[in-house]
């Protein structure tokens, strides 16, 4: 895991390389690789690459990077793990292609884009964003994994394309205007988080997830989608297997190539079944030692949403030596500068990736498992059944003429205060009878209307224009999955997962020099359970990961009710608020927009 960088200087009357920038973006991202430091440049100084290293796969010297390909003809920057890099290495070796000189994962990339250019990309298994500049062509080609686990981002202004890991480093540099994106702005009240390719800023887009570009003497081509979530559960054919056994093999198979690394592996560890079932299975995979991490907080304690109890006991069911840290008021408040200076765009969550990463740390990790994506690969999330019930809803109420501006009238004359505390009961007709509108019912902090509560209303307005929220929504279900369930599974995978929950898992945790690792959340794992995934409706698919490992889950932690991972960051923000709460996404939304502004 590691920070990338880079600028092209493609354009006639584009100044060269200004080295200066190149490392300042690079050492905006120190905390990203605190074991290694390169840079390089082209002889003509029109291309600079840099990186910042986190070693944990072949961890000598001869890894660093940028990493040189036949001579200088091919050179990269890579941030990532390659789970699959052993086998793709034996197949080169053994066609005779390639004699490696490292046992990095780093150089099997830089043998598959010589052999197979672009093609190379359908044979990768793992997280990744990277650039390769092929001095051949003199042209920069740029990928990133297909759920945007790892962050790719990009400016391109005045002939000079500049790419980072971060967008606070690409600011650092001192080379791109700072000009807020009102799309940028509208989209983090909206949803809790920017969505990509939008950043903050009008100069700064994200690349894709899924997608490959390549810069050129003519300029920045357009990103290429080369992998799909939607696409993957479309082109599924529905399976006969059971759904427990599907789980359970794809489930194992994931949590072994994920433990792949020259540096001991960790776990993050909740009441959850996600994070349960993954100590279960690194003890099926044959880990001897596993220590696992669990975060409290001391507001919480004695009552239901204290995770502690039952992580504990989960610890002890399957012989893992169990760490837990109490999170203060305290804490929250002297760490409070830290969270939002490692924060690279507005979040509303994060606060508890954060903590734990930090407690990580503390022991020594560099890499630890998690349990993210459970609930979207396997229909956990109410909005499996509420998504689809609301469109139906929409729909039926929708043959009724004037239904909607009838009812939404008499809400407002009869039961005014009802109707200003429930928006969006208001626009179950605006919104709800397509999936995108239903989908953005259920996730929106705000909605449209309420905007201009927070933001001026030319932001708002042209904010709302750029961003077209529906149909970026709409986008991320095409083609379609074909199943209730497998739509909603592309939704939130493509949208709260890889706009929220992956993003601040990757900042929280780098932040801490430490590399997080998703099990459930990849791209082979999809492709084994996307054919049952019609299959997954009323708990199933978490039923079945709970029995996964040989030592199924203990019943304290399978047969708790699904309550989301509690924060108390409404009494943090308020001493006076004394009942525990979830986190106040308004009151600390509102603290992060102060924080950006």
Not at 273 to 302: H, W, Y
Not at 428 to 452: H, I
Not at 573 to 579: C, K, S, T, V
Request: aromatic share 8%; net charge neutral.
């Amino acid at each position: 895991m590691c920070g990338i960088a880079g600028i092209y200087a493609y354009g006639a009357a584009s100044p060269e390389v200004d080295e200066t920038e190149l490392i300042r973006i690079r050492d905006r991202m120190v905390a990203r690789g605190p074991d290694g430091v390169g840079l390089w440049l082209h002889p003509y100084r029109r291309v600079g690459l840099a990186h910042r290293r986190l070693a944990i796969i072949d961890l000598h010297a001869r890894a660093l990077q940028p990493m040189h390909f036949a001579g200088d003809d091919l050179t990269i920057v890579f941030n990532g793990e390659i789970y699959n890099y052993q086998t793709l290495r034996a197949e080169i070796e053994q066609s005779g292609f390639h004699h490696f000189r490292t046992a990095s994962d780093t150089e099997v990339l830089l043998a598959l884009y010589a052999r197979y250019g672009a093609g190379m990309l359908d044979r990768l298994r793992g997280m990744f964003a990277f650039a390769i500049h092929d001095r051949r062509n003199d042209t920069l080609f740029l990928a990133r994994d297909p759920y945007g686990i790892k962050p790719l981002y990009f400016s391109n202004e005045s002939g000079a394309f500049r790419f980072a890991s971060s967008v606070k480093a690409l600011i650092a540099g001192g080379g791109i205007s700072h000009d807020r994106d009102p799309a940028g702005l509208v989209g983090f009240q909206l949803l809790g988080s920017v969505p990509e390719p939008f950043t903050i800023y009008r100069a700064v887009s994200a690349l894709p997830a899924g997608s490959h570009m390549t810069v050129g003497g003519g300029g920045a081509g357009k990103p290429i989608r080369w992998a799909s979530i939607a696409a993957r559960l479309s082109d599924a054919r529905a399976a006969h297997e059971p759904v427990d056994a599907v789980v359970a093999q794809a489930a194992l198979d994931s949590v072994r190539a994920h433990m792949v690394a020259d540096v001991e592996v960790g776990t993050f560890l909740s009441a959850g079944t996600d994070s349960g079932a993954l100590l279960g299975l690194m003890r099926d995979a044959g880990a001897s030692r596993v220590r696992a991490i669990t975060i409290g907080f001391e507001e919480l304690i004695g009552t239901p949403a204290d995770e502690v109890p039952i992580a504990s006991e989960v610890a002890r069911h399957y012989g893992a030596e169990h760490h837990v840290e109490t999170i203060t008021r305290q804490d929250f408040a002297d760490a409070l500068p830290q969270i939002l200076d490692a924060m690279d765009q507005p979040s509303i969550d994060g606060i508890n990736s954060w903590f734990v990463s930090r407690a990580a740390s503390k022991l020594g990790l560099k890499v630890v498992l998690s349990g993210l994506g459970g609930d979207e690969l396997l229909a956990g999330y109410s909005t499996f059944s509420s998504v689809p019930r609301t469109r139906r809803l929409a729909r039926l109420m929708g043959t009724v003429p004037f239904a909607g501006p009838l009812a939404r009238s008499a809400a407002t004359t009869l039961v005014p205060g009802w109707a200003a505390r429930n928006p969006k009961a208001l626009g179950v007709l605006q919104f709800g009878r397509s999936w995108a509108g239903a989908y953005l019912l259920r996730r929106a902090v705000l909605l449209p209307s309420e905007l201009s509560a927070s933001l001026d209303d030319d932001v708002v307005r042209e904010g709302l224009t750029r961003l077209r929220p529906l149909d970026c929504i709409a986008d991320t279900m095409r083609p379609d999955p074909k199943s209730d369930i497998a739509r909603v599974a592309a939704l939130e995978t493509s949208n709260y997962m890889r706009n929220q929950l992956l993003r601040d898992s990757d900042w929280a945790s780098m932040a801490h020099s430490l590399e997080l690792r998703t099990p459930l959340v990849d791209w082979e794992l999809l492709r084994q359970i996307a054919p049952v995934t019609a299959k997954l409706a009323s708990g199933a698919g978490k039923a079945a990961l709970a029995k996964a490992p040989s030592r199924p889950l203990p019943r304290a932690c399978s047969d708790r009710a699904r309550t989301g991972f509690t924060v108390p960051i409404g009494q943090w923000l308020n001493p006076r608020q004394d009942a525990p709460s979830r986190l106040d996404s308004r009151a600390w939304s509102s603290e992060v927009a102060q924080a950006f502004a």
